[in-house]
């Protein structure tokens, strides 16, 4: 791999980053245990390691944005994890957000900095 490949992987590794917590947000309306939410993420595009997710799975529960249940009925337990109260209005503020910086990209990416002073 050469070097100019290896500056682009690292900048797409640092755009994805952003977008994780965001993502994982956004698919906890209802409950989902890891390997699901893994399995649900991939289909929508957003591949993650389950080395990345549990980890923050665990960090968006101690800040309050997700609660999780043992289910072990099944064969296997499983623990399912869905948005809290705080963690739907997180959501909302960051899904806000997320729309508006979208939008400036897109007038940015669209300019190229051509009305730039």
Known sequence: M????KTVD???LELRRGTV???????L???KYGYSLVQSLEEKGMPIEAGTLYPL????ERQGLLQSEWETSGPKPRKYYVLSDEGREIRKRL???????????ETMLRDGGKNSG
């Not at 050469?2 to 490949?5: F, G, H, M």
């Not at 917590?21 to 698919?27: E, G, I, K, N, R």
């Not at 799975?57 to 968006?60: A, G, M, N, S, V």
């Not at 899904?95 to 990209?105: G, K, L, N």
């Open 2 to 5: 050469d070097e100019r490949q």
């Open 57 to 60: 799975l665990r960090r968006l």
């Open 21 to 27: 917590v965001l993502s994982v947000l956004s698919q």
């Open 29 to 31: 309306s209802a409950p």
């Open 95 to 105: 899904c806000e957000q997320w729309r508006q910086m979208v939008i400036s990209m």
């Open 10 to 12: 690292n900048l797409l």
